[in-house]
């Protein structure tokens, strides 16, 4: 099924234009129920919820008090389905997010987006930056030296829209928890995952926020 362009309605991108930004946003989302209630009826589409697989990993087991550590947010994306960007390269595109409720006495410190490819698509006139494939996340984080020792839990949510050729999916969210041990100042820590983080901090080149 084609999906209609909402290309047209894309405002500049200053604040003076914001109403027209705002605009644009619903005109795609109507669009975008449109070709939902389409495909609901060919029984084309799986759940938003099926489109990403995501998994946490931290970079130090046991992360002592005083010493700064990595999680890292691997998804995989099933084939076929593409999520927008972090920063997405149209205002009316809904971005890939990750948000986390932090365990007492862990304070963020950055979070690092892959940038994206571009790539083309039949509902859009222009390509659109986007994950493909799998992506990974990755948040610096601290650990201070009020934070609880033993085990603790981060509950992470990560926010995103999926698309494929011909539609979108309603925008939804996943959880997913990372599991960590806080130990004294001075205990012996060594690294995790190793692979995933060197591999992620290999891309290039990344977007903080």
């Known amino acids: 099924m084609q999906f209609p362009s909402a290309q047209a309605t894309?405002?500049?991108?200053n604040h003076r234009n914001r109403?027209?930004?705002?605009?644009a946003r619903m005109v795609f989302l109507a669009l975008v129920a449109i070709a939902l209630n389409a495909s609901a009826q060919d029984g084309a589409l799986p759940p938003a919820t099926s489109i990403l697989q995501p998994q946490a990993y931290v970079s130090?087991?046991?992360?002592?008090r005083g010493r700064a550590f990595q999680?890292?947010?691997?998804?995989?994306?099933?084939?076929?389905?593409?999520i927008n960007a972090h920063?997405?390269?149209e205002d009316y595109l809904i971005p890939t997010k990750v948000t986390a409720d932090l365990a007492p006495g862990v304070f963020l410190v950055e979070t690092t987006y892959p940038h994206g490819v571009m790539r083309s698509f039949r509902f859009s006139k222009t390509p659109l930056?986007?994950?493909?494939?799998?992506?990974?996340?990755?948040?610096?984080?601290?650990?201070?030296?009020?934070?609880?020792?033993?085990?603790?839990?981060?509950?992470l949510t990560l926010g995103y829209q999926a698309c494929?050729?011909?539609?979108?999916?309603?925008?939804?969210?996943?959880?997913?928890?990372?599991?960590?041990?806080?130990?004294a100042v001075d205990a012996?820590?060594?690294?995790?995952?190793?692979?995933?983080?060197?591999?992620?901090?290999?891309?290039?080149?990344?977007?903080?926020?």
């Open 10 to 13: 894309l405002p500049a991108r």
């Open 19 to 23: 109403p027209l930004s705002i605009l």
């Open 60 to 64: 130090l087991q046991p992360v002592p």
């Open 71 to 82: 999680v890292a947010i691997v998804a995989k994306i099933s084939p076929g389905f593409h």
């Open 87 to 89: 920063m997405p390269s």
């Open 129 to 155: 930056r986007v994950y493909e494939g799998s992506f990974t996340v990755l948040m610096k984080l601290h650990a201070n030296g009020s934070a609880p020792l033993g085990p603790q839990k981060i509950a």
């Open 164 to 183: 494929n050729q011909d539609a979108c999916l309603p925008p939804t969210k996943l959880p997913v928890t990372a599991d960590l041990e806080i130990a």
């Open 188 to 209: 012996p820590a060594r690294p995790a995952h190793t692979d995933i983080f060197s591999s992620a901090a290999a891309e290039k080149p990344p977007t903080q926020h």
